[in-house]
């Protein structure tokens, strides 16, 4: 009887095969997106991308941005060519009354020893700063991510080479919550991030703070502001980031926590569902015996595994599926399905009649934003620690 049954069954799976490989290969020909397939390298592996947004960040000494031309003047003169006060009025030709002002308020910041004579060891630092820090612009990539403080968050300078467009048909890692459409508030929310951790960031943005920095210092972080202005480019881009595909198991024992109401992740991958009915056969009363439940075995593309229950997802985003290409063979899967559901056949339900039927649906794979930047490891990106 099985035999005639997996004839039967043959012929209908090939006619149902080339019908879903022409669907397959015109959803495939819009922007499907390939797993990388590859076992010696365990799970598959997908590449998503967390964008970054491009920024002017400004910064600024407190007391220096304070001070007048000429006290930068006199600042960088004194170090650069080593003058005293008396040098300068003589090069510039100021009046005592000229100068005096200036000079008093520069004692007064300890920037010049009590006999003016040379810079103080503050003062050298001052024009230190003045001729490599003070009023510079950089541009960086910095995530949006601002709405969340429990979560690290990435910068990148602009000319890093890890940074990668990002195109159609990249997936993208949506932010846990909204964004600041307004470019004045979005610039505030990103200097509030800045302002806890100048100690941290800064040196990593300007290899120059290395020459200042002094962990004696209390009020290191109170000397500087930073600002940021949105800048404007032709094309977007972000962070690769090769996400592991969870298998069954492991999304069965994640959605079991506890859930939160922020933006997840969402991908899919192919499934094959073999989808088998008893009937009793005509001819002979069968009154006595009773109906036989329908049995289900799922093929996970992405397990490589049957599975007899698992979520099945009839509709999922077509910008969001997953395809394994010409490394899914369906002809062969659905094959392997019925040879694996003869064995789950007892012997009450050997003379009902069986009717195979197959199907297609999606396999979701679910990424908290933490889960996401967890798998971030490049070097030249920058990770701010939540």
């Given at each position: 009887?099985?035999?005639?049954?997996?004839?039967?069954?043959?012929?209908?799976?090939n006619?149902?095969?080339?019908?879903?490989?022409?669907?397959?290969?015109?959803?495939?020909?819009?922007?499907?997106?390939?797993?990388?397939?590859?076992?010696?390298?365990?799970?598959?592996v997908?590449?998503v991308?967390?964008?970054?947004?491009?920024?002017?960040?400004?910064?600024?000494?407190r007391?220096l941005?304070?001070?007048?031309?000429?006290?930068?003047?006199?600042?960088?003169?004194?170090?650069?060519?080593?003058?005293?006060?008396?040098?300068?009025e003589?090069?510039?030709?100021?009046?005592?009354?000229?100068?005096?002002?200036?000079?008093?308020?520069?004692?007064?910041?300890?920037?010049?020893?009590?006999?003016?004579?040379?810079l103080?060891?503050?003062?050298?630092?001052?024009?230190?700063?003045?001729?490599?820090?003070?009023?510079k612009?950089?541009?960086?990539?910095?995530?949006?991510?601002?709405?969340?403080?429990?979560?690290?968050?990435?910068?990148?300078?602009?000319?890093?080479?890890?940074?990668?467009?990002?195109?159609?048909?990249?997936?993208?890692?949506?932010?846990?919550?909204?964004?600041?459409?307004?470019?004045?508030?979005?610039?505030?929310?990103?200097?509030?991030r800045?302002?806890?951790?100048?100690f941290?960031?800064?040196?990593?943005i300007?290899?120059?703070?290395?020459q200042?920095?002094?962990?004696?210092?209390a009020?290191?972080?109170?000397?500087?502001?930073?600002?940021?202005?949105?800048?404007?480019?032709?094309?977007?881009?972000?962070?690769?980031?090769?996400?592991?595909?969870?298998?069954?198991?492991?999304?069965?024992?994640?959605?079991?926590?506890?859930?939160?109401?922020?933006?997840?992740?969402?991908?899919?991958?192919?499934?094959?569902?073999?989808?088998?009915?008893?009937?009793?056969?005509?001819g002979?009363?069968?009154?006595?015996?009773?109906?036989?439940?329908?049995?289900?075995?799922?093929?996970?593309?992405?397990?490589?595994?049957?599975?007899?229950?698992?979520?099945?997802?009839?509709?999922?985003?077509?910008?969001?599926?997953?395809?394994?290409?010409?490394?899914?063979?369906?002809?062969?899967?659905?094959?392997?399905?019925?040879?694996?559901?003869?064995?789950?056949?007892?012997?009450?339900?050997?003379?009902?009649?069986?009717?195979?039927?197959?199907?297609?649906?999606?396999?979701?794979?679910?990424?908290?934003?933490?889960?996401?930047?967890?798998?971030?490891?490049?070097?030249?990106?920058?990770?701010?620690?939540?």
């Open positions: 009887m099985f035999n005639n049954v997996f004839a039967e069954t043959l012929t209908f799976l006619k149902e095969v080339k019908q879903d490989s022409e669907k397959i290969k015109t959803e495939s020909q819009t922007d499907a997106v390939i797993k990388v397939d590859d076992d010696s390298c365990g799970p598959d997908v590449n991308m967390l964008p970054l947004k491009l920024y002017e960040m400004s910064i600024k000494h007391v941005a304070e001070l007048g031309e000429l006290s930068h003047f006199i600042l960088s003169a004194m170090s650069k060519h080593d003058l005293t006060i008396q040098d300068i003589d090069v510039t030709g100021l009046s005592e009354i000229q100068i005096r002002p200036v000079v008093d308020r520069m004692k007064a910041l300890k920037f010049i020893s009590d006999s003016e004579s040379g103080s060891e503050t003062g050298k630092r001052a024009a230190y700063i003045l001729e490599n820090i003070h009023n612009q950089t541009p960086l990539y910095i995530d949006q991510n601002y709405a969340s403080r429990n979560n690290d968050w990435f910068i990148a300078l602009e000319s890093e080479n890890s940074l990668k467009e990002i195109s159609k048909s990249c997936f993208i890692v949506p932010l846990p919550r909204n964004v600041r459409f307004n470019p004045i508030e979005d610039c505030f929310k990103q200097s509030q800045f302002q806890n951790n100048y941290e960031i800064l040196p990593n300007l290899p120059e703070f290395n200042i920095i002094d962990d004696s210092n009020i290191w972080e109170q000397e500087w502001d930073v600002s940021f202005r949105s800048q404007a480019r032709d094309k977007s881009m972000g962070i690769t980031v090769d996400l592991e595909l969870k298998n069954f198991a492991e999304a069965e024992e994640k959605s079991n926590e506890e859930k939160s109401n922020e933006e997840t992740l969402r991908l899919y991958t192919e499934l094959l569902r073999l989808k088998v009915k008893f009937s009793l056969p005509e002979i009363n069968f009154a006595e015996f009773e109906n036989v439940k329908p049995k289900s075995f799922i093929y996970s593309d992405n397990d490589q595994k049957i599975y007899e229950r698992m979520n099945f997802e009839t509709e999922a985003d077509v910008d969001k599926r997953l395809y394994s290409g010409e490394f899914f063979d369906e002809k062969e899967s659905a094959l392997n399905l019925l040879a694996h559901s003869i064995p789950f056949i007892d012997e009450d339900a050997q003379l009902y009649s069986r009717e195979n039927s197959f199907d297609k649906g999606w396999q979701l794979h679910e990424y908290s934003y933490e889960e996401v930047i967890g798998s971030i490891t490049k070097p030249g990106i920058i990770r701010i620690k939540a």
